[in-house]
Structure formats: structure tokens, C-alpha cells
């Protein structure tokens, strides 16, 4: 059974930065992406990276947040700069084999993705 594993999450004043890591013992070829779901919210996607390095960021996060992904060590990565108090949720890293590798697209069909167990991200003075 395919495996993610989320890591890197922690607590961090507004303006802070945190890099979360995934790693995943799926092919290159899967569509792979970040998830994030706040209490009482419904989970959001936040940036999704297909296999040739192509990225999709959901409106919130672009500028501040980059998705990336190391094929040859299969891990998944998303850079958080200029974190703010709403950016304070858990987040998931998430992989689907689809063509259009997209924040929407990987986020319509969840119960057919794989998904990690989540790891915590707190902003807060």
C-alpha cells in the first residue's frame, strides 16, 4: 500500500517560514499536491506539482507558498514564507494518478487519492 508521510510542520510567528516534507513511496508519475483543513473549515487545496515539475496554486497562498518535488528521493515539499494566522491549519500531502494535475482537479475525487496522515502548522505572536 502506498505510503506518505508528512513532517516539518511546528508553530511559528506571522511572517515566519516553514518548509513541510513528504515522503512517499510512489512513483514519479503520480500527481501530487498539499492540502490543508482548519477546524471547522472544509479541507482546502493549496498547490499541486505534476511529474515534469509543472505547479498550481490555490489564490491564497500564491507568492508566499512553492511546491516542489525531488523524484530521484521521492519526497514532496512545500516552502512556506510569509506565513499568516489563517495559514494555521493541518496539512496534508495527497497523490493521484490523473492527467490534469491541478489544485481542483487533484481535490475533486478524494476518496480515490492517497493521502498522508497530516502534520500540524501553528502561526501565532
Known amino acids: 500500500q502506498a505510503q506518505l508521510a508528512e513532517s516539518g510542520g511546528g508553530s511559528v510567528q506571522p511572517g515566519g517560514s516553514l518548509r513541510l516534507s513528504c515522503a512517499t513511496s510512489l512513483s514519479s508519475y503520480y500527481c501530487m499536491g498539499w492540502f490543508r483543513q482548519a477546524p471547522g473549515k472544509e479541507r482546502e487545496g493549496v498547490a499541486a506539482i505534476d511529474s515534469n515539475g509543472i505547479t498550481n496554486y490555490a489564490d491564497p497562498v500564491k507568492g508566499r507558498f512553492t511546491i516542489s518535488r525531488d523524484n530521484a528521493n521521492n519526497t514532496l515539499y512545500l516552502q512556506m514564507n510569509n506565513l499568516k494566522p489563517e495559514d494555521t491549519a493541518m496539512y496534508y500531502c495527497?497523490?493521484?494518478?490523473?492527467?490534469?494535475?491541478?489544485?481542483?482537479?487533484?481535490?475533486?475525487?478524494?476518496?480515490?487519492?492517497?493521502w498522508g496522515q497530516g502534520t500540524q502548522v501553528t502561526v501565532s505572536s
Open positions: 495527497a497523490a493521484a494518478m490523473i492527467s490534469e494535475c491541478t489544485v481542483v482537479v487533484l481535490g475533486a475525487a478524494p476518496e480515490y487519492n492517497y
